[in-house]
């Protein structure tokens, strides 16, 4: 099957730094997507993966390792804005989301 | 340039009611997913259409619901005969294209929240 597991909640501070982990149990997709969706809200997109190593978007990376199954979002400079939750989604013809971690970031 | 649209935004039904969800795309996108995410939980994929085509319906249940996008007009997901296990937020997203290219960055409605007493 396809599934792709992530930590249900995550917490850090303003200013920090934080890591939210993506495994998987499928193969054969095309690269790895991260949304973020804040509360009430539609999912929008952050970052993508086609291929392995790291992809700098702002205060966003995200990384891939398809040898490993294992991907994450780095989210730097935290800003309270940021609480909200985000999902790893691998690409096939369609996107498969992943159990999502909400991440709250307080003062 | 408008995004996604979906309406209505909010839906209340009663047991054995119908469901119709609308969907228009972006404006040059031509391919549309649709989504159902319950509280506290991911999104789940249900049912990805071209014009006129169900390209793939293997997250759709097999009874009462149905998805179209025609030819002209937005794309519909229709659920008949509403039970409580159907409310939920029922997102729409679109891309200019399918595959590797295009279904990478998909842009997403505002959903709309069916609710069944």
């Known amino acids: 099957g396809q599934s792709l597991e992530q930590p249900s909640e995550v917490t850090a501070v303003e200013g920090a730094i934080v890591q939210i982990n993506c495994t998987y149990q499928t193969s054969g997709f095309y690269g790895l997507s991260w949304y973020q969706q804040h509360d009430g809200g539609a999912p929008t997109f952050l970052s993508y993966n086609a291929l392995d190593g790291l992809e700098e978007t702002g205060r966003f990376s995200s990384f891939l390792s398809r040898s490993d199954s294992y991907g994450y979002l780095l989210l730097q400079e935290l800003q309270m804005k940021d609480s909200a939750s985000y999902f790893c989604a691998a690409l096939f013809q369609k996107l498969v989301f992943g159990t999502g971690t909400r991440l709250l970031v307080s003062p | 340039n408008a995004g996604v649209m979906q309406n209505p935004r909010h839906l209340v039904r009663r047991r054995g009611q119908e469901a119709r969800l609308r969907c228009s795309p972006m404006k040059g996108h031509s391919h549309v997913y649709w989504y159902r995410q319950l509280p506290e939980e991911g999104l789940k994929f249900m049912v990805y259409l071209q014009k006129e085509n169900i390209i793939d319906e293997s997250g759709m249940p097999k009874e009462r619901f149905s998805a179209e996008f025609p030819k002209e007009g937005p794309s519909i997901l229709r659920i008949q005969q509403v039970v409580r296990g159907d409310s939920a937020a029922y997102f729409c997203?679109?891309?200019?294209?399918?595959?590797?290219?295009?279904?990478?960055?998909?842009?997403f409605g505002a959903g709309s929240r069916l609710t069944v007493l």
């Open positions: 997203a679109s891309s200019p294209t399918g595959g590797a290219t295009g279904a990478n960055v998909l842009t």
